[in-house]
């Protein structure tokens, strides 16, 4: 069955600091979607990516998808303490799989 | 508030007990879906509806059992607890197109 992998599992960031989580498939994607589930918390969604090599801006967060469809990044620029939680990728069609998510903590 | 309301927000139970978790959504959504959450396993799909009056497995459904009464209300059934069975439930909806899912506030089962 489909699986979707995502890393780092943990990311550990400097608030003002950028980083980037990475999604990736073990099959070609119809779409991809992603969420945000701050501690104690249920997961938001986020975005959905269609196209191939489509890109998506939320404020300080940047979407991408893959040429091939088979993989998706999550860039955060400037981290906020708000930016904490876990950003979980997920894929398919009417049933969603999830990765394992990246969570993230930031050091003031 | 509209969304997706779930029942109760925690529960403990004895092993071999039995329990329904209750998930109901305004917002006309078609399908409506389980999710259980484990540390570092992300959500994995026990049973989603599609529809009203249709019901599938997901990829960990052994040992539950799914109720799709009407649109709006989707109930997952533990016949028999146990301990691996201890998690936290989210229900969730959509309007089965892939622009995104609405979830619950989650239920947090622990069996002892």
């Known amino acids: 069955g489909q699986q979707v992998m995502q890393i780092p599992q943990y990311q550990h960031v400097q608030e003002g600091e950028d980083f980037t989580t990475y999604c990736n498939s073990s099959?070609?994607?119809?779409?991809i979607q992603w969420y945000k589930q701050r501690p104690g918390g249920h997961p938001v969604f986020l975005i959905q990516l269609v196209k191939s090599g489509e890109v998506k801006k939320q404020k300080r967060l940047t979407f991408q998808f893959g040429e091939a469809k088979k993989n998706s990044s999550l860039h955060i620029t400037a981290t906020q303490t708000t930016d904490v939680g876990t950003y979980f990728c997920a894929g398919g069609d009417y049933k969603l799989s999830f990765g394992a998510g990246t969570t993230v903590t930031v050091r003031a | 508030n509209a969304g997706v309301t779930q029942t109760p927000k925690f529960q403990v139970l004895k092993t071999g007990q039995s329990m329904t978790l209750q998930c109901a959504q305004d917002m006309n959504h078609n399908s409506m879906y389980w999710y259980r959450q484990d540390p570092g396993m992300g959500l994995r799909l026990i049973y989603y509806s599609a529809s009203e009056g249709t019901t599938d497995k997901g990829e960990v459904p052994n040992g539950y059992n799914v109720s799709r009464l009407n649109k709006r209300e989707f109930s997952l059934r533990l016949e028999s607890a146990a301990p691996s069975q201890t998690s936290v439930y989210f229900c969730?909806?959509?309007?089965?197109?892939?622009?995104?899912?609405?979830f619950g506030s989650g239920t947090r089962l622990t069996v002892v």
């Open positions: 099959t070609t994607l119809s779409n």
């Open positions: 969730a909806s959509s309007t089965g197109t892939a622009l995104g899912y609405t």
